[in-house]
């Protein structure tokens, strides 16, 4: 009795609740069980007679409850002494005349509505379940019973009867005959109650469960009071047995509530937390509609809304539907603005006068749960009924239980989203932000961090440009995630760039960045795979670091991974060897490469997501290479970064023509060099005037590199779309100067400029042992 009087310390505010019933000789309400501040700092008496004018007696004759303020009770009690300030009294006569409920409060305001209606809730627990007078005359309402504990006789309304699945000609009046039909579980709690004596006299409450034909058991509540017998009259258990399946479907609220806390501590997104909360509430109190949003300044940003479809909400949350859910103006709804200063929950049932948002979420009664995070409110639950809902005391505990642990919830889930967002934030900038174009073929890459944790991976991927058509394609894996790794992958993507555009062969750009990661003198290792492609002819070669193979999806749709020798992890081992593989591409054929987060999980090996993959890109259809690399991440786990980069190799629509001439360091070698130019520009069909033009470059070019450098030399020429490219390659790394100015008496520096005015462009780049000098002149068409 204790515990229920306390319902309305919390629920209702209040300072003090006193229970009175009816004392044997009939005159006297007397004093059964208080909870809260002492009664005599109220000056609370322990008996009022049932005739006299305090407003116990009045309640408890009326049938009315009593509300007094601080004026009305000086004026009712002049001469009153108490030590407390002024308060606010509440008399609440209880069902069927079986006493009264005194409530004290030392808030400004009193009790409101709501607090109200919890001291009426109060008051209906702890009421006598049944009158004497009803169970003397047999008379029971449709919910009470009449135990008789002597012969185990029992008297029942038909209410019951319909709980348990009987009909009245089938009940035969044995206490037995109702506890067969129990879950066997529950009998050892029912037999203590229905046995005198495991029972004292007094007022008991229980609930238990019945078996059903189908589905799960369903929970009643039995609330009884032992009534001493005498005169003739036997030891009786009389009472009430309502159904509580409502709330409790097939586990207890506790069980509920403790189910609610294991989902939340593992939900790592706000959107996971939105959605076990949903799941939670709206089954077990038979909802309607459920939102739950956060609260960002005065905006609640919806999370999850059930049902989703737009036309079941307010118009002015459609109105606000920016996105994939609404974002509310909380000032448009100055009830919940309200509702979410004070706190607390708050319930409206059927027919309160609200703002159109919020009645049309919940026309039949509505429910706002603020969700409190320490020192701030998190946001707000809203749950709502279309057809009148009776808001019972345990669909109350639930809510505050369910809010407290949301609200937590949620603002954990809020800093990880915040968190990860800035991770992945911070490894996108690690990764290319686009991708080159390219002469023949289209590539497209995918990068999806892990969602389980919130380190930075290692995982990355590159496509580079390299002179005559080429192109690198480079995908790898850093053990682990942290910020170290994040470094090393930035540090590989480096140097593997910087090794390939010096123009080294693809085993020797590993196998540089290989020595350069076991100098840093790291405790982690890197896995790549590299595949230099000639884009003119298809043909590639591949190099492996420990890293997964190509997967080569053919034009006529068959796939292949191909077969080739491997070499270890960079950093493993500083003088390793890194083999290559010859692959073959013909136009319409797509490579695809991954790390391993794509194709390996708890529940299958590498090979096994290797074939799978090789399926998956089968079934695919190529022309859309974006939507491929999307259905592709479609089967990723999630558990492990994963980076996918896919090429697909068209063939290019003219192939260039391609002439190279050795240039021997003679004194006849610029003229041996001319004579070679002009034999390969006239054979390709190049005007007669940008012959001459091409002619002067290459006698500048070849004679720079043969006063200025030592070594070989090399000349190269190139015709695609109507270009002259030509290029001379030497062993020096030094990069010539164009002068900026020469005077009149000079002997040299003129060559570079005469470059420079008759080339369209010009340039040099690094290559494997030197450099390479270039200039490229468009021809007249």
Known sequence: MRQVLEQALVFAGAHLAALYTPGEDGDLLCLVESAGVPRPLYGLRDTYPMSGRSPAAEAHRTG????????????????????????????????????????????????????????????????????????????????????????????????????????????????????????????????SVVEADHMSIGDRELEFRILQPAGPPKWLRLRGRLLPGGEGRPLRLVGTVDDTSELRSDVTDVARVQRLAAILAN????????????????????????????????????????????????????????????????????????????????????????????????????????????????????????TPHDFGPDERALLTASA???????????????????????????????????????????????????????????????????????IGDVQGHSTAA?????????????????????????????????????????????????????????????????????????????????????????????PLGPLSLRPGTVLALTTDGLVESVDADIDTGMNRLARELAACDVSHLGMVADALLGSAHRSDDVALLLLRYDGMASRPLRESWTVWRVPQAVGHARRFARRT??????????????????????????????????????????????AVTDASPRTPVKPTSIGWEATGGRGILLVEAVSDSWGTVPVSGGKQVWSEIALVR
Do not use: K
């Open 64 to 191: 009315q409850a009593v509300w007094l303020g601080p004026g009305e009770l000086a004026a009712r009690a002049p001469a009153r002494r108490v030590t407390a300030q002024d308060f606010h009294l509440a008399a609440l006569p209880l069902p069927g005349a079986a006493g009264c409920l005194l409530a004290v409060s030392e808030e400004d305001d009193g009790f409101d509505s709501d607090a109200r209606g919890y001291l009426e809730l109060v008051a209906d627990a702890v009421a006598a379940p049944l009158p004497t007078a009803a169970a003397d005359s047999g008379e029971l309402p449709a919910n009470a019973f009449s135990l008789a504990m002597d012969s185990g006789r029992v008297a029942v309304g038909d209410g019951i009867l319909h709980l348990f699945g009987l009909a009245r000609d089938e009940f035969d009046g044995n206490v037995e005959t109702l506890l067969g039909l129990t879950v066997p579980e529950d009998l050892p709690a029912l037999m």
């Open 681 to 726: 520009m006239r054979a390709w069909g190049v005007p007669h005037d940008d012959v001459d033009a091409a002619l002067l470059v290459v006698s500048e070019l070849v004679t720079n590199a043969l006063v200025h450098t030592e070594g070989q030399v090399r000349l190269g020429l190139t015709l695609v779309n109507h270009r002259l490219r030509i």
């Open 486 to 578: 994040a470094t090393v992958m930035g540090q590989m993507r480096t140097a593997l760039r910087a090794y390939a555009v010096e123009g080294h062969p693809p085993d020797v750009v590993v196998s540089h960045a290989n020595r350069l990661l076991a100098d840093l003198e790291t405790d982690l290792f890197v896995t790549c795979a590299y595949v230099d492609l000639d884009l003119e002819s298809g043909s590639a070669w591949c190099v492996r670091a420990g890293h997964l193979p190509p997967v080569l999806r053919h034009p006529d749709g068959s796939t292949e991974i191909p077969e080739s020798e491997g070499g270890p992890p960079l950093g493993v081992l500083a003088q390793a060897e890194f």
């Open 404 to 474: 407290g642990l949301a609200g937590q919830a949620l603002m954990r889930a809020h800093a990880f989203d915040a968190e990860h967002e800035l991770v992945g934030m911070l490894q996108r900038q690690l990764l290319p932000r686009r991708l080159p174009t390219l002469p023949g073929a289209v590539a497209v890459a995918r990068y999806l961090p892990a969602t389980a944790g919130l380190e930075v991976g290692g995982d990355w991927y590159d496509v580079i440009p390299l002179p005559d058509h080429h192109v690198a394609l480079v």
């Open 267 to 386: 939900a790592g997104t706000v959107r996971d937390v939105s959605q076990a909360v949903v799941a939670a509430l709206r089954r077990p109190l038979r909802a309607d509609r459920i939102a739950l949003a956060e609260l960002e300044g005065d905006r609640l940003v919806v999370t999850v809304l059930d049902p989703p479809e737009p036309e079941v909400w307010p118009e002015l949350w459609r109105l606000e539907w920016r996105s994939e859910w609404p974002d509310a103006p909380v000032r448009a709804m100055p009830t919940l603005a309200a509702a979410l200063r004070e706190g607390r929950a708050q319930i409206w049932p059927a027919g309160t006068a609200l703002e159109p948002a919020l009645a049309d979420v919940g026309p039949g009664g509505l429910a706002v749960l603020p969700l409190p995070a320490g020192t701030r409110m998190a946001g707000a639950c809203l749950i709502g009924w279309d």
